[in-house]
C-alpha cells in the first residue's frame, strides 16, 4: 500500500492577478484548457504534444515539481503549455476571465480520506460554482482516480449538480490519457474511475 502524503490546499491562499492570454500564448484564439495538479506532468506534456491547436495552462500546488516540468517543456520547445505555482482552485477564481475554458483536467485528485478534511477535497461546491462561471457553455471536466470512495463522492456531487451531465469521451481517454499513477493502482490492484461531465449553462 502507498503511502500518501499530501500537500494542504488552504496553505496556498494568496489573491492572484488576471492573467492576460495574450502575454503568455502565441495563439489567443486556440481553445484554452486547465490542469489542476499535474504531479510528473505525464498527462500534460503527452497532451500539448499533440494538441498544438490548443492552449492549456497546468497549476500545481507544489513548487519542486513545477519547476523540474517548467525544464522539460521547455527543452521540449513546447508553445502551448504555461505552468503555475500555486492552488489550481483560486488561478480558476482569480486568473481567468469568466466563459474562458474548454476543458478542465483533475487526474488523480488527493483524496483526504478523513471526513473533517473532506473540505480540502478539488470537487465541492465552491469549485464547481468557480467552473460554472469560468468554463464556456458546452465545456467539460475531465476526472480520474483510483479511491473508489472519492469517485463516488466527486460523481455525487456531480451529478446532483443543475448544470453537470456525464457524457461519454472515450477518443480522449485513448488518445490523450497518460499517466504514471496507473503503475500504483495496478500495484495496489485498484480500479480505475474516468468521468467526463459537461457543463451546460441553459440548464
Ligand atoms: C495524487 S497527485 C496526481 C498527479 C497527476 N494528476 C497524475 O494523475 O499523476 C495530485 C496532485 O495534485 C496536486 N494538488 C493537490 N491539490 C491541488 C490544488 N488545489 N491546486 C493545485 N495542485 C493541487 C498535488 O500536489 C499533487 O501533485
Known amino acids: 500500500m502507498r503511502v500518501r502524503t499530501h500537500t494542504n490546499p488552504f496553505n496556498y491562499y494568496h489573491r492572484l492577478e488576471k ?14 484548457d486547465l490542469e489542476i495538479g499535474f504531479g510528473r506532468g505525464v498527462f500534460l506534456r503527452n497532451y500539448a504534444q499533440l494538441n498544438p491547436e490548443r492552449n492549456i495552462i497546468g497549476v500545481e500546488i507544489r513548487k519542486v515539481v513545477v519547476e523540474i516540468l517548467q525544464k522539460k517543456i521547455a527543452a521540449g520547445d513546447l508553445h502551448n503549455v504555461f505552468l503555475v505555482h500555486g492552488n489550481g482552485e483560486i488561478f480558476l ?4 476571465e469568466d466563459n474562458a475554458v474548454d476543458r478542465v483536467f483533475i487526474f488523480h485528485p488527493d483524496p483526504w480520506f478523513k471526513k473533517r478534511h473532506y473540505k480540502r477535497r478539488v470537487i465541492n461546491e465552491k469549485f464547481l460554482e468557480t467552473c460554472v462561471r469560468k468554463m464556456k457553455n458546452g465545456a467539460k471536466l ?54 467526463v461531465f459537461q457543463l451546460s449553462k441553459n440548464s
Open 19 to 32: 492573467i492576460v492570454l495574450a502575454d503568455i500564448f502565441e495563439n489567443t484564439k486556440c481553445s484554452l
Open 93 to 96: 477564481e482569480d486568473a481567468l
Open 142 to 195: 475531465y476526472l480520474s482516480t483510483d479511491v473508489a470512495e472519492l469517485w463516488e463522492y466527486m460523481e455525487d456531487f456531480l451529478k446532483k449538480h443543475p448544470s453537470f451531465s456525464l457524457v461519454q469521451d472515450d477518443v480522449f481517454w485513448q488518445t490523450y490519457y497518460q499517466t504514471h499513477w496507473q503503475d500504483f493502482s495496478q500495484k495496489d490492484h485498484r480500479s480505475c474511475f474516468l468521468g
